[in-house]
């Protein structure tokens, strides 16, 4: 059947689409169809000739300069039509500049109706292409991709894809990645096994063979085994290992060589199109939790409904818990994008199972160093401060980082989840600084030290700050001395001895003897209430112990 951009509309998805500009283009043959995920010049390396092409636009949706390049590029590449989905929902309108840049290139321009989904335009046409097939192997190929596609669209697993292959072709097939791990196979340990010592033997004849052909073919005494590199021009992704055996024909060329064709693409396309998936699913999350932090919103229900577009349900959150995730300061890491690279591989998705093991309705959110969870908990009926602590056992193995969980007060409405996450945040902080291992502390907790914070503004403070401290800070620049740093680090430490005298690198009995010298200078103990606390409040509203004293 050939399909033209007039005869897929008004079908599955696009029953009520309306095409905007390009009419001229309506003969334009549509030999296949795929989804725009990314917005760039550099599009042109992959675009089909004859594809349609489906898109929200979202990576260029405030970029108009950049869609007309885009569109530029599908049609000096011949793509057949751009369908837009989700209009309004990521952008608000079409520009006048793309519809008349699209009337010049006669590229049809369609709307899709905004809440019809990808998956209801694609699959009707893959169907309708794959009608009047004249040869029967290659319409299984076909029926293969529609299938796979189908998946990739519901966004499962390249396990379950795998899987599916091997059960719709009745041909056993192993998967392994570029480390020779197996990530998919349908047959005993012992021939995986078998495989695996068989590629790495053999691999320099493997890829000699297969950089002309598609397919290199291992002998056995069972059967052949055809082993397929999968890979793009600049990515290789591993091995897909076929047995033809049980009465498949393998001496067929032709056949065999376009079920490895289906079968390769399909893997590649579930793979990097995963990768892909993810990168843009976590900036799509990014920026909406930075609308939502911010409240770019004009009501709640567009808040909520985008949410749910990025696969975050928001609506009735009332508090937040902010797990900052920082590498010790005595640890040797490699660079900042290492570690949040090592979060949001590794510990993220414990994180992610243990918070939905206890609160089902949850919603998590990995920025940065930080993961963000937003609860419902109505009434408290779940102890946030005892998940807290749960998680952070989840890094006890982990010593070159430190963590620290901060919760947020209850608020009334999801507008005021900005004002939740900053009190999440500094109760995670105000734990940072005064608790020297990792701990789960709460905004009411910290309520008090937070607002003592905002005295750092205040001159009179810092002033009445200098007069206690001076005759202190007179000492240790006449004398050299260190009775400023002393105070300081004893009231961090509680008025803990043998910690402090640590953290100073000192003897016991040195610091013994500068507390009873503190005690002689001010004439009085700052050690005992309420000297304590003026002197602890003192420390808090500076930077750091010596900002503002006179000494050295």
Known sequence: MNLTVES????????????????RGLSNSVSSISVLEVGEAAIGRWVVQNQVYVTALYAIRND?????????????????????????????????EVVNLCNTLNLPLIIANPEVSYASIIEPILKSLMLGTDNQQTGNCIQIRNDILELSVHESDSVSVLQKISQQTGINSTYLDIYYECIYSDKPYSAVEE???????????????????????????????VIA????????FGYLILDFKDGHDSSDEKLISELVSSLVVICTMMLSRKDRLD????????????DLLAWNFPSEDVAITRGAEVGLNIGNKHEV????????????????????????????????????????NASLICRGDTIIVFFENTNSLLNLKQLGNAIEHLFNKERQLSVFAGISD?????????????????????????????HVTTWPEMWLLNNLQCLAEDQHAKTM????????????????????????VLIACNLDMVKASRELYIHRNTLIYRKHKIVDILGYSPFELPYLFNFFVALQISSAPMDGIPTQ
Request: with cysteine; net charge negative; hydrophobic share 40%.
């Open 8 to 23: 897929i509309l008004g079908t599955g998805g696009l029953t009520d689409a309306r095409i905007i500009a390009g009419e």
């Open 64 to 96: 108009v300069d950049m869609q007309k390049v885009v569109i530029n590029v599908l049609a000096n590449c011949g793509c057949s039509a751009l369908i837009i989905c989700h209009l309004g929902h990521w952008i608000p309108e079409v520009s006048a």
């Open 195 to 225: 495989e695996i010592n068989y590629i790495r033997e053999n691999i320099s004849k493997i890829r000699h063979n297969t950089i002309n052909n598609l397919y290199y073919i291992w002998r056995t005494d069972t059967g052949n085994k």
């Open 229 to 236: 590199l999968v890979k793009t021009m600049q990515s290789f």
């Open 279 to 290: 990168e843009l699913q976590e900036r799509y999350q990014n920026e909406y939790v930075a």
């Open 321 to 360: 818990m902010a797990i900052t995730i920082r590498p010790d300061p005595k640890s040797m890491v490699e660079s900042i994008l290492n570690v949040r690279s090592h979060i949001r591989e590794t510990y993220f998705p414990l994180v992610n199972e243990l918070v939905h093991y206890h609160d089902s």
């Open 410 to 438: 209850s608020v009334q409405s999801i507008r005021e989840l900005g004002t939740a996450y900053k009190q999440a945040i500094n109760a995670a902080a105000l734990g940072r600084s005064f608790l020297s291992d990792s």
């Open 465 to 488: 700050f200098e007069q206690w401290i001076a005759p202190l800070a007179k000492h240790d620049k006449q004398y050299d001395g260190c009775l400023v740093e002393t105070l300081s």
